[in-house]
């Protein structure tokens, strides 16, 4: 009797490790939002440009991934926020982030940072670039 329940136990173990490793091999790449973006400092034109996003993942199963940053004109610059997220069994807590955004160098002047969601709407901050 005592091996029948060790062969059991041993059973349900190697089933959830591979329910587990099953579901990070099919990871997605989803949009998520910055609950707050700070802008750390004053830049210049020869400044390398970032800001910091922070915000919250409603589970375990999400990652930060990377932002994607699209220059739409010399002045105007859209953010994606990108997480991975691994389908299965995931810590049901919420997980905070604060990861900084390399932007590259910007012209002299005020830039608007349109934070995008993925419901369509963004989050604005304008950025002053001083001349050096």
């Known amino acids: 009797m005592k091996n029948a329940i060790l062969i059991f136990v041993c059973s349900l173990l190697s089933f959830n490790l591979s329910f587990a490793s099953g579901a990070e091999a099919n990871p997605r790449l989803v949009q998520v939002y910055a609950s707050d973006v700070i ?3 004053e830049f210049t034109s020869t400044s390398e ?13 999400y990652r930060w991934s990377h932002a ?13 926020i990108m ?4 389908e299965g069994p995931c810590k049901m807590v919420l997980v905070p982030f604060l990861e900084p955004i390399p932007l590259g160098r910007f012209d002299v002047g005020h830039h608007s940072l349109k934070f995008l969601n993925h419901d369509g709407t963004h989050t604005e ?3 002053q ?4």
């Open 49 to 61: 440009v970032y800001v910091i996003a922070s915000g919250v993942f409603p589970n375990g199963c």
């Open 129 to 132: 670039i001083e001349s050096f």
């Open 83 to 86: 997480a991975v997220v691994v």
């Open 68 to 80: 994607d940053v699209t220059h739409k004109d010399r002045m105007t610059h859209e953010i994606k």
């Open 125 to 127: 901050k304008i950025l």
């Open 39 to 41: 802008i750390p400092m």
